[in-house]
């Protein structure tokens, strides 16, 4: 299998600053002999990432970089395992710690920059080092989700885990789908403790120095963490750390595994930022978007999609044409029930992206195109967070990007991808693939069944979800479809609701905030309990439709998308490269 017409070139990175292809001294730009296992949901993810900090001793080295980190977040049922006393006792064993989490907003917004800040705060005091990031657009963010392990000793148990999973509240969910008990505060539908769907994946191999690399440019940059005057003030008056200190010499690439077929491309984007952009990419680095693109272009029977959004008229054209010029082709997305947030101002500009995307997607594709949801087995709506994306049974993405505009120009983002490096052109791929194993392993826990019996061939494949999903939607009353959400049938033991006026920061602070959405929780139980004149069919999958917004909401809902929810990241003209 020739590799390169999956993957970009050094040169197709079109960030010619960046030394992450560097250690390889010939341009090339993935590693050979890789491992790379999939951890789909937050409690398995926690769990051993638990396991191996603990295994951790002095001279050893524990990096990671976050959206967001909770300080109290539990890695396993003992109440003592939190993140931050963890991470402590990693420090007072000798392990050097550094993190970098994005310093957020206001925690009145709904952000959590003080809880990063107590995060650091403790992690510093105990001899590590955690700083708050705001090397970001207006109105970016730091969204890369990554931990890299490296052993003074032992370079065979190296490890980089990257994805879509948070070290925070409300991902350690599990194949059940019951939520985490330390559950986020999300819009009403999703009840007291959301059920959340994630991705991860934990790699071992050369490509563990390449995501070290991505650590070590963002911490070694010249740019100060903030120039923001505000921000500076806070520091200065809570006596913050904005100082990194030098890392030491980085470790050559752990040696390739015994039997590692993997290879993998660590692929990022970061922005142009002003007035002083990042050392290693002044003009910016789009290789997510530009990794996507070049792989899409191989696709010929089925694109896979698990993703938080699906924005833009961008992204919908980038699936269109493939769509369009591969009429064989199949495509799969899976995408969230219903918007995460509470309120109408953001709630309607999420819908509104989606039917951009939507649009393009359905008039290019029609019936080879299939979207779906998911929903518990008492009809409550799981969130989908995932990202990630599988061409063909040959190449597959897992990272922090989502489909839009924002991953693709304007936040920093990060993710993994791979092909397997057995197989000649044209042929199938291995079954024990990386990619094969992943969608095998996902679609399974959508139709309720073994992997084994997933269907191997892509169409029978889509077929077998579409039934899945027409199945269910009959069974929850799906003639009906509203229209403003694209969900058919019943959602949580009763039709869609429109969005509450007011956001979530002002909701919450109603009296009976908890009991309402006890009360969602209760209602979709009750129905699951009730007497049907039909069992109800297996599998988790509904259909969603393209979201359809009032004339009312189509005046204001644009401009807002535009500037707050997916801003366009690529250089101003007269800026950058």
């Not at 390169?4 to 001294?25: C, F, K, M, Q, Y």
């Not at 890369?144 to 032992?154: E, G, L, N």
């Not at 505060?185 to 959301?194: E, L, V």
């Not at 991953?407 to 920093?412: A, L, R, Y």
């Amino acid at each position: 299998m020739d590799v390169r017409e999956w993957l970009l070139v050094s040169e197709e990175r079109e960030n010619p600053h960046t030394v992450i292809d560097a250690v390889r001294g010939d341009g090339t730009a993935w590693s050979s002999g890789n491992e790379v296992r999939a951890l789909v949901h937050g409690r398995d993810y926690f769990a051993e990432l638990y396991e191996r900090i603990c295994a951790l001793g002095p001279g050893d080295r524990f990096y990671f970089a976050d959206w967001q980190g909770d300080p109290d977040q539990q890695l396993v049922e003992d109440p003592r395992a939190t993140l931050n006393t963890t991470l402590i006792d990693a420090v007072r064993r000798g392990v050097d710690v550094r993190g970098l989490l994005w310093r957020s907003h206001w925690h009145r917004w709904g952000f959590s920059a003080h809880r990063h800040r107590q995060l650091g705060e403790e992690i510093g005091e105990a001899g590590g080092q955690c700083l708050r990031d705001m090397r970001v657009r207006t109105r970016g963010a730091h969204h890369q989700k990554f931990v890299v392990i490296r052993h003074a000793s032992d370079p065979d148990r190296d490890v980089a885990f990257v994805g879509g999973i948070d070290l925070c509240n409300g991902r350690r969910d599990d194949a059940k789908h019951q939520g985490d008990r330390q559950a986020v505060d999300m819009a009403r539908a999703y009840g007291p403790t959301p059920a959340w769907h994630d991705v991860q994946v934990a790699i071992q191999g050369p490509a563990v120095h390449d995501v070290e690399t991505t650590f070590r440019e963002r911490w070694e940059d010249s740019t100060p963490l903030t120039l923001n005057p505000g921000r500076l003030l806070s520091s200065f008056v809570h006596r913050e750390d904005l100082s990194p200190q030098p890392l030491g010499d980085q470790s050559p690439p752990p040696p390739p595994r015994p039997g590692g077929h993997e290879v993998v491309q660590i692929v990022r984007t970061f922005p142009v930022i002003y007035p002083k952009s990042y050392d290693f990419a002044p003009g910016g680095e789009r290789s997510v978007m530009l990794g996507n693109v070049k792989a899409i272009a191989q696709a010929e029977r089925l694109v896979y999609v698990e993703d938080q959004y699906l924005w833009s008229e961008e992204v919908g054209e980038h699936f269109a044409r493939a769509l369009r010029e591969t009429p064989g082709l199949r495509l799969v997305v899976v995408l969230p029930m219903v918007p995460d947030r509470e309120g109408t101002a953001v709630q309607v500009p999420q819908l509104y992206g989606r039917a951009l995307a939507m649009r393009k997607i359905l008039e290019a594709g029609g019936d080879r195109v299939a979207v779906f949801g998911l929903t518990t087995e008492n009809g409550m709506p799981i969130y989908v967070h995932a990202k990630t994306c599988i061409i063909d049974h040959r190449w597959a993405s897992v990272g922090s990007d989502n489909l839009n505009r924002r991953s693709w120009t304007s936040d920093s983002e990060i993710a993994c991808t791979v092909v397997d490096d057995r197989g000649e052109a044209g042929a199938p791929a291995p079954a024990d693939s990386f990619p094969r194993t992943l969608l095998r392993t996902l679609v399974a826990e959508h139709l309720g069944c073994a992997p084994a019996d997933v269907p191997e061939d892509p169409h029978e494949l889509f077929d077998a979800m579409v039934a899945c999903a027409d199945a269910l939607d009959e069974w929850y009353g799906g003639a009906e479809r509203d229209q403003r959400t694209g969900v058919r049938g019943m959602l949580g033991g009763k039709r869609p609701r429109r969005p509450v006026p007011v956001p979530k920061s002002v909701s919450r602070s109603i009296p009976g905030h908890a009991s309402r959405r006890q009360r969602v929780l209760d209602q979709a139980n009750k129905f699951a309990a009730a007497e049907h004149s039909q069992q109800r069919p297996p599998g988790r999958l509904r259909r969603l439709s393209s979201p359809e917004l009032t004339p009312a909401q189509l005046r204001w809902a644009p401009r807002l998308y535009d500037v707050i929810f997916d801003p366009d990241g690529r250089p101003r003209p007269g800026k950058g490269d």
